[in-house]
């Protein structure tokens, strides 16, 4: 072992150096804090007794070397063991000198592919097995060094060095390289070549080289362990961090391809390695700068190729009559994964650093689906500032054009709660303060939203609104603070009179009709105006009603914006429109009308769940009938069987009503005595309430003994073979006044 301490101190120290470990990876495996390792290792403590056998396990040594220092004696020398065990013993302890004394290392491989230079005695398969079981690290660093001394020369240039370990014990190969920071060795693989995914996929279907799955796949937790410990690991993150996005080789049409630059963004994000992921975030700028611009300078004029092309990321030149001609000449790459742990974290900071890389390279990509818009980024900060309400959120999401879409808002209330009947009973309990704080202050609709701007005098909003929107004879009444035409305006802007409609029904109708002979004759036949009107029109009203509007104010808007309002507004049909004078009260009315029908939904899906109302129901109607002066006229009357049985019912209906319980009744006895009655069992002192708690818990344990003797006995009236267990007056009595006080 070569370890001869004085104090457990110098021990657990000098073993974990051996080991290779930090202070804080020994502490993890032992979850305890790294403070505890350090008090340790400086003697200002010792590890807890639980902890001795996990030491000795980690340390591959007996508690009794931990403790005082004494080490196993090897029975048999190492000379005179079995050749194959001493192998074995000295991988278990790492034992590098002697693992070359006796020129293991010669016969040992830790690749898949066998060198001609190298003659394996045994299973390569089990050493390899055995080096990446025990981490032994002193023995899989010489054998390292024999890795790249073999095949370096000979074999690079003949076959892919990743290919030379890529077997089922890759990643552990890669960890272990890791923690003992061999760059030479991941760069001589090609490590900044892999990607993360399934092995069993990589290469199976001939993927395209821009296809991850082209290259070697290796464990999400693999490629994670290199920033778990950013001090140890340092030189292979510095290897890591420098970011590659595209390289051509000399041989045509056989470039290089990156695919861990994103994963290499999240770990930085994810460890908190702020410094080194904004210097690759300035890297990422500088990709894109480099990537477009060669792009954009390449010329086909004169060249063999016909074409530019772009797909996804990847940039070509291709030759329309030639499909393995396609020539990368840039990559660029959007950043998804860390951005979405910012966003589920709600760390505004790298959301906004991480969207205004994304709308940057979306911008040059004319492709506006790689960012989060404005209003995303501003829910996103209510969510993640501790005084908005949820429902505030929730009514943000549901507003746009800065109207409120109340049945979004309404679905989206009710989508949060699913099947939880303990939030739909508080939702319902706060539809008064979500009516009054949400949906009666926001507008639904233009008229009503105008007015409002009317009667606040905020005529500056209603010329923004007009002017945005193409809406011009609006914005000179907004300039003249003309209230009453401004008011009429955004009638005939975003309302429908019933004439108006109608006339354009008619006149559709008529148009209709010299086209189809078979419509004019049904519509001739039908009875009511409501009857032809679906003869005409197969969408229902509001859709119709949005045709009628933009038909009539055409002449009056430029632009396309006006069709995009009316698509958002709640379109309300003349009937409804009784104070037409009055927006407040009409929409008033509308938004009343929606949540009461949200509540009646909202109580049918509670009872849909729980079946509260049928089971109050039941619950009343046996109350009243089995009363207390029920009982008491039973036993007066000397019907002692039928009180009992009733009694049980009486029992029955109550522990199900009021705690839920369900099955036997022995079952909802035993939960209901396990919940709700307590015995202290304080008799070992004579303390101040001795003698209370004693009274109580002799009452609490007859409680428990009457209710199951009235089950026992209820049993045995239905079920005589059951028990012939009896029941005096006195313990019915009881009973009753038990069952009544549940």
């Not at 001869?4 to 080991?19: G, H, Q, S, Y």
């Not at 292979?236 to 695919?259: G, H, I, W």
Request: hydrophobic residues 35%.
């Amino acid at each position: 072992m070569g370890i001869d301490k004085n104090t457990i101190a110098e021990r657990i120290r000098a073993l974990r150096k051996e080991k290779n470990m930090t202070q804080l990876q020994l502490a993890r495996l032992l979850n305890v804090t790294d403070k505890a390792v350090s008090k340790w290792e400086s003697s200002e403590g010792n590890p807890d007794i639980s902890l001795l056998s996990k030491l000795s396990e980690i340390f591959d040594v007996t508690i009794d070397y931990i403790l005082i220092g004494k080490q196993e004696q090897d029975t048999i020398s190492l000379d005179d063991m079995d050749t194959n065990k001493r192998l074995m013993l000295l991988i278990k302890k790492d034992d590098a000198e002697n693992f070359v004394k006796y020129k293991y290392d010669k016969v040992t491989l830790i690749t898949s592919y066998v060198s001609p230079q190298i003659r394996a005695t045994r299973s390569n398969k089990y050493v390899k097995e055995e080096i990446y079981k025990n981490k032994s690290l002193k023995i899989f660093n010489l054998l390292l060094d024999l890795f790249l001394k073999v095949y370096t020369n000979s074999y690079r240039n003949k076959l892919s060095p990743a290919a030379l370990i890529y077997d089922e014990y890759f990643d552990d190969f890669l960890v272990m390289t890791i923690m003992l920071n061999r760059v030479d060795v991941l760069d001589f693989i090609n490590f900044d070549h892999f990607a993360i995914g399934d092995q069993a996929k990589q290469g199976k279907n001939s993927y395209p080289e821009t296809n991850p799955l082209s290259t070697y796949q290796i464990k999400e937790s693999t490629f994670e362990f290199a920033f778990s410990d950013p001090e140890i690991y340092k030189p292979v993150l510095d290897y890591l961090c420098n970011l590659k996005f595209f390289s051509e080789t000399t041989q045509k049409n056989q470039p290089k391809y990156y695919f861990l630059n994103e994963d290499i963004i999240l770990n930085l994000y994810k460890y908190k390695l702020f410094d080194r992921l904004d210097n690759l975030m300035k890297l990422m700028y500088q990709n894109v700068e480099y990537g477009i611009e060669r792009y954009g300078n390449c010329t086909i004029r004169g060249s063999w190729y016909t074409k530019k092309r772009r797909d996804g990321n990847f940039y070509y030149l291709v030759n329309d009559y030639n499909s393995y001609t396609a020539h990368c000449v840039a990559v660029v790459e959007h950043i998804k994964k860390a951005m979405d742990l910012a966003t589920k974290n709600l760390d505004m900071i790298w959301v906004n650093k991480f969207n205004a890389y994304n709308k940057y390279l979306s911008e040059k990509l004319s492709n506006s689906g790689l960012f989060l818009s404005d209003k995303d980024i501003d829910i996103l900060e209510m969510k993640a500032n501790p005084k908005e309400s949820e429902y505030s959120v929730l009514a943000f999401e549901a507003t746009s054009n800065k109207l409120l879409n109340i049945d979004v808002f309404l679905g989206k209330l009710m989508a949060r709660c699913g099947d939880d009947t303990v939030l739909l009973k508080r939702l319902l309990s706060e539809t008064s303060m979500i009516f009054d704080n949400f949906i009666k202050t926001n507008a639904i609709n233009y008229c009503e939203l105008i007015a409002k701007w009317v009667n606040n005098r905020q005529y500056k909003a209603i010329f923004e609104f007009a002017v945005d929107h193409g809406l011009e004879e609006l914005s000179k009444a907004a300039i003249e603070g003309n209230n009453s035409h401004i008011i009429e305006l955004a009638s005939k802007y975003f309302f429908i009179d019933n004439s108006v409609r109608r006339n354009y029904i008619n006149d559709y109708a008529r148009k209709a009709m010299k086209l189809d002979v078979n419509l004019r004759s049904k519509y001739v036949q039908a009875t009511s105006e409501e009857a032809r009107d679906t003869l005409v029109f197969s969408q229902p009203q509001p859709e119709l009603d949005l045709k009628v509007l933009m038909s009539i104010n055409s002449s009056l808007v430029k632009g396309t914006s006006y069709s995009a309002l009316l698509n958002t507004q709640s379109l309300l049909s003349a009937n409804i429109m009784k104070f037409k004078e009055s927006y407040d009260k009409t929409f008033f009315a509308v938004k009343k009308s929606k949540i009461d029908n949200f509540v009646s939904n909202l109580e049918e899906k509670i009872e849909s769940l729980t079946n509260e109302k049928k089971s109050k129901q039941e619950h009343d109607r046996i109350s009243a009938e089995l009363n207390k002066d029920y009982f008491l006229s039973l036993i007066k009357e000397n019907h002692i069987e039928v009180a009992v049985i009733k009694l049980c019912v009486k029992l029955e209906a109550e522990l199900k009503y009021r705690f839920k319980y369900e099955g036997d009744l022995i079952d909802m006895i035993t939960n209901y005595v396990k919940d709700k009655i307590v015995v202290n069992n304080s008799y070992d002192d004579e303390g101040y309430h001795y003698y209370e708690s004693k009274r109580e818990d002799e009452h609490n344990q007859e409680v428990v003994r009457l209710l199951h003797k009235l089950r026992i006995v209820r049993n045995g009236l239905v079920h005589p073979n059951e028990s012939s267990e009896t029941m005096t007056i006195d313990e019915l009595t009881k009973c009753i006044d038990i069952v009544f006080k549940i």
